[in-house]
């Protein structure tokens, strides 16, 4: 299951090297939005499809599993290990991708949010993660991302005991931010479809948790030649559009 051709991404030196594990499936759509366009004073706004990957309902975290889960199989490991929030859709994906590579998977869950309804601890992404098989572990304490990392550890070096070869995908600062490397990907994609539909963007804006999504990018883009601006940022559900007049989303 690795590819380590990397053929759309010739141009970017030494990611040639590192192992990826193919699970999106083909480019995603760049989408026109006529309607959210509208509802924000008339900038020309366009939708880069990550959430339409044909791959465990996609999203960001797909493009940046290829390559943690590329290291996991180039070192020989059997169980992949991570930790989020209780409806974590990078926990989910994970999930995902190590079934489907035949890996088993242990993800601990981080009481994040004050909420204690039977809904939230088990539906959505906790169903799925149930569906696709994987271990799931507690951590009492949310946003203590050293202490979450501490104990996938101490997880970690019991499945070691037990005879199994466990691989890490970490939550805090301080480790190879190994995951950016699919948006350095995603970068030569769009400024592909750019050339192809003709538009030429002011900005890209990305929402931004651990930055992965928005350092791969913006490397990606620097590293291809573009200067293409990308504006990362978590925005308040209550403001009505963060986004001003000409300005493009990704
Ligand atoms: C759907 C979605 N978008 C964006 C992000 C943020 O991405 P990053 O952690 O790469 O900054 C997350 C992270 O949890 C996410 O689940």
Redesign the pocket.
Same mark, same amino acid.
């Given at each position: 299951m690795l590819d380590t051709e990397f053929s759309t991404i010739a141009s970017v030196g030494k990611l040639l090297d590192l192992p990826r594990a193919k699970l999106v499936n083909g480019i995603t759509p760049l989408e026109a939005m006529p309607n959210l366009s509208r509802i924000c004073g008339g900038a020309n706004l366009f939708v880069k499809r990550d959430d339409s990957m044909g791959f465990a309902f996609g %999203? /960001?975290?797909v493009r940046q599993l290829e390559f943690y889960l590329g290291e996991a199989l180039s070192l020989n490991a059997n169980t992949i290990l991570i930790t989020g929030a209780v409806q974590s /859709?990078?926990v989910r994906l994970a999930a995902a991708a190590a079934n489907k590579l035949g890996m088993e998977c242990h993800i601990q869950l981080e009481e994040r949010v004050a909420k204690e309804d039977t809904y939230y601890r088990n539906s959505g992404n906790v169903f799925l993660d149930r569906l696709l098989g994987a271990t799931i572990h507690s951590y009492p304490e949310g946003e203590d991302e050293e202490g979450a990392d501490l104990h996938l550890g101490e997880i970690a070096a019991e499945l070691s005991a037990e005879g199994k070869s466990p691989y890490i995908i970490p939550l805090g600062p301080g480790h190879a931010p190994l995951?950016a490397l699919g948006y350095v990907v995603a970068a030569r994609e769009l400024l592909n479809q750019m050339v192809q539909y003709d538009i030429e963007f002011d900005e890209v804006i990305v929402? =931004? %948790? =651990? %930055? /992965?999504?928005?350092g791969g990018l913006l490397f990606g883009l620097r590293a291809l030649g573009s200067e293409l601006k990308v504006n990362g940022g978590l925005y308040s559900a209550r403001s009505r559009c963060p986004i001003s007049k000409n300005q493009a989303t990704l």
């Amino acid at each position: 299951m690795l590819d380590t051709e990397f053929s759309t991404i010739a141009s970017v030196g030494k990611l040639l090297d590192l192992p990826r594990a193919k699970l999106v499936n083909g480019i995603t759509p760049l989408e026109a939005m006529p309607n959210l366009s509208r509802i924000c004073g008339g900038a020309n706004l366009f939708v880069k499809r990550d959430d339409s990957m044909g791959f465990a309902f996609g %999203g /960001n975290k797909v493009r940046q599993l290829e390559f943690y889960l590329g290291e996991a199989l180039s070192l020989n490991a059997n169980t992949i290990l991570i930790t989020g929030a209780v409806q974590s /859709n990078f926990v989910r994906l994970a999930a995902a991708a190590a079934n489907k590579l035949g890996m088993e998977c242990h993800i601990q869950l981080e009481e994040r949010v004050a909420k204690e309804d039977t809904y939230y601890r088990n539906s959505g992404n906790v169903f799925l993660d149930r569906l696709l098989g994987a271990t799931i572990h507690s951590y009492p304490e949310g946003e203590d991302e050293e202490g979450a990392d501490l104990h996938l550890g101490e997880i970690a070096a019991e499945l070691s005991a037990e005879g199994k070869s466990p691989y890490i995908i970490p939550l805090g600062p301080g480790h190879a931010p190994l995951g950016a490397l699919g948006y350095v990907v995603a970068a030569r994609e769009l400024l592909n479809q750019m050339v192809q539909y003709d538009i030429e963007f002011d900005e890209v804006i990305v929402p =931004s %948790g =651990s %930055g /992965n999504t928005h350092g791969g990018l913006l490397f990606g883009l620097r590293a291809l030649g573009s200067e293409l601006k990308v504006n990362g940022g978590l925005y308040s559900a209550r403001s009505r559009c963060p986004i001003s007049k000409n300005q493009a989303t990704l």
